[in-house]
Structures are given as structure tokens and as C-alpha cells.
């Protein structure tokens, strides 16, 4: 084997040895860098990042169950499905907020409360 050449001649660590002293290959392709401090760095963010995401799904789906109540209390009162004026006015707030991309978060945003048009 080559590692086992290069072992025996002293120009590498072996894979116990490097353990030791630095990020294991797990742990760099996991984070994307060797650097050990940039790692844990990037571990750190990442599990804010997870806080986040479970975060926003809850605000999702709460957004969604209480959309489908208005609409459900709506149609039962006899009232439109849609009322197009407030949906061009989420669609506007969240363009202003974040551009084109808001644009189509809100897109999926009044999909996920009243279904497809």
C-alpha cells in the first residue's frame, strides 16, 4: 500500500498520530476546511443555522393552519375564496423586504394556505 510506504519512511503521520494534532477526514469534509478553529467555528454557526430552520418550519406551519382558517371561516360565511388585494399586499411586503426572492417565498407562503389557484 502506498500509506503504508510512506509510514515506514517517516513522511507521513499515521492516521492515530494525526488524530491527535487536527481535524479527522470526517470532520473536514463535514465542515469543509482542516483548519481546527475554522471548524468549530463552522459547527458553532451551523447548529444557529439548525435553531433557525427548526424555528422558521414551526412559523410555517402555524402560518398555514391559521391562512386555512381565515379562508374556512370565510367561505363559511359566504365569502370569497381569495381576496386577491391582500394577497398582492403580502406579496409586495415580502418583495420589499427581500426582492425578488421574497417575491417567491410568499408565492410558497400563500400556496401553503390555500392550496394551488
Do not use: C, K, Y
Not at 18 to 36: E, H
Not at 64 to 85: C, D, H, K, N, P
Amino acid at each position: 500500500m502506498m500509506t503504508d510506504v510512506a509510514e515506514q519512511s517517516g513522511s507521513l503521520a499515521s492516521n492515530h498520530d494525526r488524530a491527535d494534532t487536527g481535524p479527522t477526514a470526517a470532520a473536514t469534509a463535514r465542515t469543509g476546511t482542516g483548519d481546527s478553529a475554522a471548524a468549530e467555528r463552522i459547527v458553532a454557526i451551523r447548529e444557529r443555522i439548525d435553531e433557525i430552520d427548526r424555528t422558521i418550519i414551526a412559523l410555517w406551519q402555524e402560518r398555514a393552519a391559521l391562512s386555512q382558517e381565515v379562508g374556512a371561516t370565510r367561505l363559511a360565511s359566504g365569502g370569497t375564496r381569495l381576496v386577491l388585494s391582500r394577497e398582492r399586499e403580502i406579496l409586495e411586503r415580502f418583495r420589499e423586504a427581500l426582492g425578488a426572492d421574497g417575491t417567491q417565498l410568499a408565492l410558497l407562503l400563500l400556496r401553503a394556505g390555500r392550496g394551488p389557484l
